[in-house]
């Protein structure tokens, strides 16, 4: 339980979506442990239940909900549930993401249109049905999961890489929108953090040595230490904080 009040989230609750593993997992447990409820998101039933279950056996008040976040018309029945069951989701962060590596030349259309409605407009969907009840309370807050592909590209994830800029700016579009009505949204762009999305980097020797090589901290990321962001940015320690994004990376952008 948070001890200063400028980060208690205690009487709140936080949707996390893609939470049952990786960056998710750490920032929803992170989220908990400030006093938030939380609700677990993923597209398995069944590991969304595992999650809770652990969340539960931890201590926290937890509950979860399946739904892919390409799937608008399951995203709006999620939220007509909570609606019923008296549920006002407070914080919702947006996590929910996948990566696809195929130079522009060979990549298909079908493989572009997966990954920017998967992470972009995803958390547009969500982060509508969620804003459309914090704005009839006066209040609530968004974060955005971005990445350093919010600001650089790279070869071989173009898609990735414009739906992560377009997180950037649709968190801006969101603060122009909702900061009247008492909502502040805001992003989180990590650096290169060990997950299980990039595995294929960290087993690559030469990667490994770019990233660490590349970042003035000279490792990569943990998944815990995007918590503090979050809580944050999902506290009223951020209540005039609006259309931001904060790079959690090592310093990397920082240097050439």
Known sequence: MATNPL???SGRTALVTGSTRGLGRAMIEGLARAGAAVVVNGTSP???AAAVAELRAAGFDANGVAFDVTDEAAIVAAFEGFDKAGTAIDILVNNA???FRKPMLELATADWRRVVETNLTGAFVIGREAAKRMVARGSGKIVNIGSLMSECARATVAPYTVSKGGIKMLTRAMAAEWAASGIQANAIGPGYMVTEM???LIDNPDFDAWVKGRTPSKRWGKPEELVGAA?????PASNYV???IIYVDGGMLSVL
């Open 46 to 48: 069944a590991g969304v």
């Open 231 to 235: 809580v944050f940015l999902s506290s």
């Open 198 to 200: 990039n595995k294929a």
């Open 97 to 99: 993401g996948i990566q």
């Open 242 to 244: 609006n259309g931001q």
């Open 7 to 9: 980060f208690d989230l």
